[in-house]
């Protein structure tokens, strides 16, 4: 099966596109609900998917998706790929194109699709191939109409339902069906049914659901992930067969169980010098230092790429194969560590995670089967019970012990030899999240401005900044005027980046200048006494807000700058003093004369995490945008007579 790869892909979980019904279709735009075209770049004009579970291994599936495209960028939603292996076996392909009247334009049957290897550009082995098409539209709107039929013996990745397929695209109807030839044992998940009209027609064992007229979906500002709050329905059988492999547990105890039995045991395997050499390295050092000094090494050893056949998608390469080579994917690197580990008499846990930076998504603990993207290691504290430090095995430049926002604050599972867990990895929250900028700036009576700047980042913040150290002068360049953009003519006469691992502190020592600092007005001579951490984007207003309101992390920033007056010149009038506190957070910010001309500047900003009701987004906006305001107030200047 096709998979995508986020740091490496350990599973497939993919949203279902499509089932043959004969159902008459009026494929002309004219005939489109108008509520359906707004907002839309494409409308699903039919999704229907039907699953035929024959036994524990071997199933059927029919889809059939038709979507008209209005736009360019309603290209994409018409999914017209279809995966396959050794284990996977296609019945039917085809795809028919129309025009906006639903005339006929071109028809695509098998021998006409192309094919090609599933390569991520990172695998150098890989046996996961598909077919696709890459049809260029001669105008807009068209409509595909894209049929598959396949038959596999691996059940342990079952299509599921999500009746809503992205924003910006809209669904006439979406219909799906799953059946067993013989009874199976299984399970089932529905999410967010209760939210949405969703029809449910099943009876017993056969699952039947349909939506219809559902309306695109447009994106709020700070709202929660797609997939957390849209309808979808899932299956997992408690026996099933995983690519020539047969799999089973119904719960995380003994699908870890399975999966430490079947997939992991037996890779642990090492040279005896290797393990002599690993002894030698943390001789004397205590259980969490010989774990960092062996992550070190590993990071400095060994480089990803996938290796992807059969069922070396979920099963880690051996751990003397990648001490030999030098690479793997996550499973094969967090694998090696843990074996390393383990001859340095240090415990670990091999763990499964969804990973992701730009959201969180759990695992859920209620539903066990093949879940997440990406493997990482646990290593359980001897001195503190219940605490666990965290290493992505992947990454070669994050410090031991900080996943940063690929992984924290989520659910795993933790594999274990007597069986499955499902813990929580570390959240870097609030206070964690900690930038601490000081400023010496020094004002000419041009208006122009001279400054040193350090810059201090620790928790996400840190995580968003330490990859600064590994760009280039140009890229330097680029995102100090980007970060700076309020600056005009910004020029970044010297530099010197410090990214402390030991600390996990991020550290940016700068001189800069600009001829623009300041404005004059009518002889008066006007500045920002913040210059260098303002807010500047106001989050977008909303008619009516449909979704909650989300803050993922939160942070705190603190600010101090001083600006030394230009000669002849004295305060005619400087911001009063504020503080703000609300629900999501704190504002200060504090303005000092003294007499020997300096300004000093203080502010902090902390924005809290949370998930708040919809009704509270415009008090968050006018929180945010009062920051705003206030970062942007002006010092006046005027002659000395």
Known sequence: MRTLLLA????????????????QIDYTFA???????KNANAVVRLQEAKIDIHSFKDMTVNKKR????LNKYGD??????????????????????????????????????????DSDGYSIYTDDRYYYIRYTPPSYPYTMVFETEYQTSTTAFIESWYPISNIFVSTQESDYQLSFDTPQAHRIREMNFEHFPVKNLSVGDKYHYRMENITAVKPETHSPDFVEIIPSFRLALDQFYLKGVEGRGNNWKDFGKWMYDDLLAGSDDLSEATKAKIKEMVKGKSSLEAAKTIHDYVQQNTRYISVQIGVGGWKPMKASEVDRLGYGDCKALTNYTHTLLEAAGVASYYSIVYAGSD???????????????????????????????????????????????FTDGR?????????????????????????????????????????KVHIETKGIQYNQRYGLSMQSEKELEEHYKAYWSYIPNLQIVNKELTNDREGVVFKEDLQISTTNFGNFVNGKLLFCPNGFNQITNVPDRYRKRTMPLKIERGYLDEDEFTLKLPEGYEVESLPQDIKMESKFGIYEATFVKSENGIISYRRKQFLKEGTYPKEDYEAYRAFVKDIARNDNAKVVLGKIN
């Not at 005939?31 to 075209?37: D, G």
């Not at 038709?66 to 495209?69: A, E, K, L, M």
């Open 8 to 23: 490496c892909i350990f599973v497939s979980i993919q949203i279902p596109i499509s089932l043959h019904a004969q159902k």
């Open 31 to 37: 005939n489109i609900p108008p509520e359906l075209i």
């Open 66 to 69: 038709i979507v008209t495209v």
């Open 76 to 117: 994409q939603h018409t999914r017209t790929v279809q995966d396959y292996d050794s284990y996977l076996k296609i019945l039917s392909l085809e795809a028919n194109v129309y025009d906006k009247d639903g005339k006929f334009v071109k028809k695509f049957k098998q021998k006409d699709f192309l094919d090609q290897s």
């Open 359 to 405: 959201s969180k998504k759990d695992i859920p603990e209620d539903f066990a089967a093949i879940q997440g993207n990406h493997a990482i290691l646990a290593i359980p504290s001897i001195e503190k019970e219940g605490e666990i430090t965290w290493i992505d095995c992947t990454s070669q430049s994050l410090p031991f012990g900080f996943t940063g926002d």
């Open 411 to 451: 659910d795993v599972l933790i594999v274990k030899p007597d069986g499955g867990e499902i813990v929580r990895t570390k959240s870097y929250l609030n206070e964690e999240n900690y930038q601490k900028t000081v400023a010496e700036c020094a004002i000419t009576p041009e208006g122009a401005m001279n400054a």
